[in-house]
């Protein structure tokens, strides 16, 4: 999700919910502490340079229970960013304490809730090195026999 794409469906919410890639939902008392911009200069193993920029927020949530923050007040806090640190339209990276380290996920929306999806490593370069392409897996009595044309020499077809 880009970051014009939040603020449009922000406008349309009267409460903001972001629910986790297990279906539980961040606590409603969470705070955005950081809208930023990250960039991400790197060589990838092919030997390929590459940059990547995306939009950060992060997610927080502290022992004030009753705190709720509000899309409009999301909104104004996205607009400033984008005033003040001069943010593109971009992806948005969504950073969110889980139970043992800082959980990184793309974000998406359901039309009631932004969804935090999971994001996962790959090789950037797997043509480069060695790593084999994956075969396609066929389960027992999927597999169909190769059909044959029905022009052979004794079918009067030609």
């Given at each position: 999700?880009?970051?014009?794409?939040?603020?449009?469906?922000?406008?349309?919410?009267?409460?903001?919910?972001?629910q986790?890639?297990?279906g539980?939902l961040?606590?409603?008392?969470?705070?955005?502490?950081?809208?930023?911009?990250?960039?991400?200069?790197?060589?990838?193993?092919?030997?390929?340079?590459?940059?990547?920029?995306?939009v950060?927020?992060?997610?927080?949530?502290?022992?004030?229970?009753?705190?709720?923050?509000?899309?409009e007040?999301?909104?104004?806090?996205?607009?400033?960013?984008?005033?003040?640190?001069?943010?593109?339209?971009?992806?948005?990276?969504v950073?969110?304490?889980?139970?043992e380290?800082?959980?990184?996920?793309?974000?998406?929306?359901?039309?009631?809730?932004?969804?935090?999806?999971?994001k996962?490593?790959d090789?950037?370069?797997?043509?480069?090195?060695?790593?084999?392409?994956?075969?396609?897996?066929?389960?027992?009595?999927?597999?169909?026999?190769k059909?044959t044309?029905?022009?052979?020499?004794?079918?009067?077809?030609?």
């Open positions: 999700m880009k970051l014009s794409e939040i603020k449009n469906q922000l406008k349309n919410l009267t409460q903001i919910a972001f986790l890639p297990n539980e961040v606590p409603s008392h969470f705070h955005v502490t950081e809208v930023g911009k990250i960039t991400k200069h790197f060589i990838d193993c092919g030997g390929v340079v590459r940059n990547e920029e995306v950060n927020f992060q997610l927080w949530e502290a022992n004030d229970y009753d705190h709720r923050l509000h899309p007040k999301l909104v104004h806090i996205i607009e400033l960013s984008e005033e003040k640190l001069q943010i593109p339209d971009l992806e948005i990276e950073e969110y304490q889980m139970k380290t800082i959980g990184k996920f793309s974000l998406d929306f359901d039309g009631t809730n932004f969804q935090l999806k999971s996962l490593t090789c950037l370069a797997k043509d480069n090195c060695g790593i084999p392409p994956e075969k396609l897996k066929v389960k027992i009595g999927e597999w169909k026999q059909e044309s029905c022009c052979t020499p004794d079918s009067g077809c030609c």
